[in-house]
């Protein structure tokens, strides 16, 4: 996996797990059609609704997000969440591969609190995803309400 570690994408990722930093999400592409060669392709700070519309549905890709949540009236929670794209005209190879070569991608983005396998864009719906989040975390100060 060698474009997993890549200088840019670990910049990224230390930049979307920054407290100090505005960048909320970044995606990682493959480089080319045939390889495993992974490049940072975009980041944002417009949260998941905005990297949902850079997810390509053609492509197998992995994005990385800061998610923050109100665990009660006094207090916010931040967790990241690992996102393995599978978009629906990926190839049939490439599909294939993903679940080999994700491991790579596991590893260079170790910290994250759940991984959300998604082929379509209803399966990145924030509101599901923050409940994960909360049943991951264990503490959940609204009981179980989302």
Do not use: C
Request: proline residues 1%.
């Amino acid at each position: 996996m060698s474009g997993a570690i890549s200088p840019e994408i670990t910049a990224a990722y230390d930049a979307v797990r920054s407290d100090k930093v505005e960048t909320n999400w970044l995606i990682i592409s493959y480089a080319n059609a045939v390889g495993d060669k992974l490049v940072l392709s975009s980041t944002g700070t417009g949260g998941l609704d905005e990297l949902k519309t850079k997810l390509d549905n053609s492509q197998a890709q992995y994005a990385y997000a800061r998610i923050e949540y109100a665990n009660d009236t006094e207090s916010k929670r931040v967790k990241f969440v690992l996102i393995i794209w599978i978009g629906e005209g990926t190839k049939v190879m490439r599909k294939a591969r993903v679940s080999i070569e994700s491991g790579g991608v596991k590893q260079a983005l170790g910290h994250h609190s759940i991984q959300v396998d998604a082929r379509d864009h209803g399966d990145l719906d924030e509101k599901e995803i923050v409940t994960r989040l909360r049943k991951a975390g264990g503490a959940d100060y609204n009981g179980g309400r989302g």
